[in-house]
């Protein structure tokens, strides 16, 4: 059995900003990831991000990427690539699939930084080629510049829906509406105004009710909502489009945390059942941290503050840092973290991080 | 082409469960999403639920009035991912193997 210091499940803004943060306390860290490259989501957002400069604020996803990969590979991490976690054991040991092998590598401290699965929507006929997720849409689009279609309608309006329309119109593509199921639209004004300037209609409380199409999709069929998520029959509408992308919100791939033992609570505002967790993103397990979207669905820049958080307390734990140290170091993450969850968007996310860590808390 | 039938939808891709079929089980008094998933293999495919699992529990909120706070996700057993059972089943670098 192979053993480290820290290991770290998930190679994404979380995952890179504690192996990091860890890694320059001197701890030994393995960085492990499924895919070919480190990064997570963030190659796909070639948009810029918003917020302070400490936030990244006009850097876009892409860069902040090469940035985070450029120090995990100066500070010694050893990333493992290619690499399938499929379970987690007592004592802190992982079951990794690596290079066709199977091995098992013990850890002093955990973190699951697995992030998150897009939510689906069954319709009739969304089995159909052409209804795809908002995700694999940025995979075509962003990373492998090939269109999906030509005519898009664009299901949901949160940041997600709203950002992929926008990169769907600048890549070529039309975008006929985007459908939001609420009285009013999910994400930031400043992301519906780009589109609305475009001319593409957002219609709110109206849904998808039907794809239709010969073996792919070739007309979309809406519907409006009534005030209690009823369907008024006589307002259908039919859209020609040979894409339907669903752009419904995350779920948490939290997993590992069940199979390891932690305990949840259902924080809808976060995307479902979340792990508690502590201040210091230590869940109810011993040794066992969470962080980025596997913690509570937020955004990247989020993301990586919760992994430096982690990062600083397993450094802590193992006696890489002092306790004073340590408080001085989090304490600039935590204010920047706040500065992150304020407003209407954040601040709701804010209430349900506290709710979260005044369990683990009274425990 | 005709509309497909609501009842009709395939709700778990991998199993090709539709449903009518997770509908049916609830009526046969499934109340968690294991219970759906022992009678109906949602959940069980390539993916283990990812695309299914919240559509089950929606399914079974609707049906049941149960909140979907406390409708549990299934028990989640290693492997997580689809993996190769040869690989698995295969010595590691003690010579142990997990499907012993």
Redesign the interface.
Known sequence: ??ETEFAIVGAGPAGLSAAIEAARAGVQVTLID?NDKPGGQLFKQIHKFFGSKEHYAGVRGIDIGVQLLHEVETCGVEVMLNA??????ADHTL?I?HD?????LKAKKILLATGA?E?????????LPGVMGAGAIQTLVNIHRVLPGRRVLMVGSGNVGLIVSYQLLQAGAEVVAVLEAMPKIGGYGVHASKLRRHGVPILTSTTIK?A???GKVEEAITIGLDEHWREIPGTEKAYQVDVICLALGL?P?S??A??AGCQFD?I?QLG??IPVHDANMETTVNGIYVAGDVSGIEEASTAMEEGKLAGIAVAEALGYLSAAEAACKKEVVLRRLDELRSGPFGGVRKQAKEQLHQQRCSQ | MSPEPEDEVIICRCEEVSRKEILEAIAEGARTVNEVKMRTRAGMGLCQGKTCRRLVSRILAEQTGQPMGEIAPATFRPPVRPVPIGVLASKDDEGQSDAS
């Open positions: 059995m192979r499924e399938v976690v499929w379970g987690i054991f079951g699939i066709h092998k199977n091995l098992h699965s939510n689906a929507l069954a319709f009739p006929g969304w089995t039907e239709r199409g010969k779920t791939l997993e590992l069940w199979m259902y809808p479902g059942h």
